[in-house]
């Protein structure tokens, strides 16, 4: 069907910066809205940054003014530039997606999820 798969995650000293990036690839019609998530151990899972297919963005307030999120539609591709890094900000990052699935005869609207990329801040 359809697969998000991330990369870019790491590890990087307080200060610094990371970009990750999330490829869809499979039976995909068109993507709407696209987002990245964090989940802490033993935290919920929190949402970071949405962009819709038009370029719109929303942000979390933690990380307003350090993260932004864009997106190359040609390449179902989202990303994540992730600037001024803080030790809270570690967590796995997972990527999401709202898919227009084609099936060849008829088209199904599903969230996917990646599989989640690993982000440690030392301090």
């Known amino acids: 069907q359809v697969q998000l798969v991330e990369s870019g995650g790491g590890l990087v000293q307080a200060g610094g910066s990371l970009r990750l990036s999330c490829a869809a690839s499979g039976h995909i019609f068109n993507i709407d809205a696209m987002g990245w998530s964090r989940q802490a151990p033993g935290k919920q899972r929190d949402v970071v940054a949405t962009?819709?297919?038009?370029?719109?963005?929303n942000y979390a307030d933690p990380v307003k003014g350090r993260f932004a999120i864009s997106r190359d539609n040609t390449k179902n591709t989202v990303y994540l530039q992730m600037n001024s890094l803080k030790p809270e900000d570690t967590a796995v990052y997972y990527c999401?997606?709202?898919?227009?699935?084609?099936?060849?005869?008829?088209?199904?609207?599903?969230?996917?999820w990646g599989q989640g990329t690993q982000v440690t801040v030392s301090s």
């Open positions: 999401n997606a709202g898919v227009l699935v084609s099936s060849g005869v008829s088209l199904t609207y599903n969230d996917y």
């Open positions: 962009i819709t297919r038009g370029g719109s963005t």
